[in-house]
């Protein structure tokens, strides 16, 4: 069934709102100005509203189903965030303002650059990086800076693990670094041997996830740090997994000069679609005068008052980003952590790493794990490979997922040559253990579909709006106007 386009029901003359009788006088407008060309559909109120509803059911969302999306932390988005973000005071706010004008969301930015090192354990935060990647060049732009006013200009090398996010040879290529690639252990972790083999003064650093994407703590991460810190290098850690330490286990302790936060993942602000993000840099002393500015500092006045004002590091690597991050994200996170308190996060963190121990060890007897023997942290990495259904790839289990209601996990990430028919699933920690049981229920059950009707698996999904697209196609041909059927 395809929708009609709000076009297709235009019907002239049809009206969607009435609109009062005008107070001011009537005016010409400019003739260059009207054109005819440009045609609006003609629709009652009640047809565009159920237009949009019905199209916005036609995805997959946090607020519809279990979003076990792996490395993203598709997180429930509680309401009071929203109502936060959207107060007065805070919305309607510009960023030229004066600074006198805008103590609140000064005071409010503040608060969550604090919150944000302490929980870090680090020194000083900045929040400009608009995303989780953004972050990552912010970083490695600060190390570089940091070798730079050194005088040290030969380190231009970035240790990177195999089992990265993409996005951290990205970056690191972004800023102009060579990327080495580190093999990974057979318990998922950093090849220490590798790691030491590579280390050597033209390094800038290592770049490196934990939880690592195989849902695995690094379990030499201290010695890897150690390692790299005595080489002269640095150690970035890409915080979007920190939704599995929250309270537990703080990186600047671990060792990590530089973190980014995704506000967006760990924080439960809604994201998908492409935004908006939050990427903040939190990072410890070694960093600090390298942050990108504006960020805020406090002052207090001869009277005693505190005073927020903006404040640039005296070698700051300069902006990230127009104005200060994106603020309406930066408010729900702030809420975020103000609800849940310090125990309250830690919670967050132990709910997280529980319920994906829960849906591995439910799992683990019909899916291969390929680090099963170990207690995965708040996401688990399993393989489409059932016994008995040689046909069946990890892309087929997740199609017919869809038939069961949930959103597939993230497929063929880690790569496939870490991880064959890589399924990483994170339930996060706010479903509960009803929906977890009905998605094992699923998995369990599409795994004997697979070994008796695989042709079920193949042909899925059977019940969504739309059936298997071509991803490649639309990638290449991307048509982002609505264009008029005739
Ligand atoms: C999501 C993610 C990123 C990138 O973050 P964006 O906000 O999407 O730019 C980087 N690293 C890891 C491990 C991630 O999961």
Redesign the pocket.
Known sequence: MTEPLIFELSVPGRKGVLLPDPDVPEAELPEDLLREDVPLPEVSQVDVVRHYTRLSQRNMAVDTTMYPL????MKFNPRVNEDAARLTGFAAIHPLQDEATVQGAMHLMYELQRYLAEIAGMSAVSLQP???????LTGILMMRAYHAARGDHKRTKMLIPDS?????PASSAMAGLTVVELPSDPRGNVDLEALKANLDDTVCGLMI?NP??FGMFEEHIEEVCQLVHAAGGLVYG????MNALLGIAKPGEIGFDVI?Y?L??TFSTP?GGG?P???PVAVNDKLKDFLPGPIVRARETEDGDIVYEWYTPPHSIGRMRAFHGNFGVLVRAYTYIRVHGEAGLRAVSQHAVLNANYIQARLKGTYRFPHGDRFCMHETCAQGIIAGAPSIVALDISKRLIDYGFHPPTNYFPLPKLVPEALLIEPTETESKDTLDRFCDAMLRIAEEARTQPELLKEAPHYAPMRRLDEVKAARELVLCCVIRE
């Open positions: 792996g490395s993203c932390t608009a995303a989780g990647a953004q972050g990552e990265a996010h993409g996005t951290n996830t690592n994407t890409d915080g979007a997994n980014h995704n967006h993942k994201h935004g993000g939050s990427g």
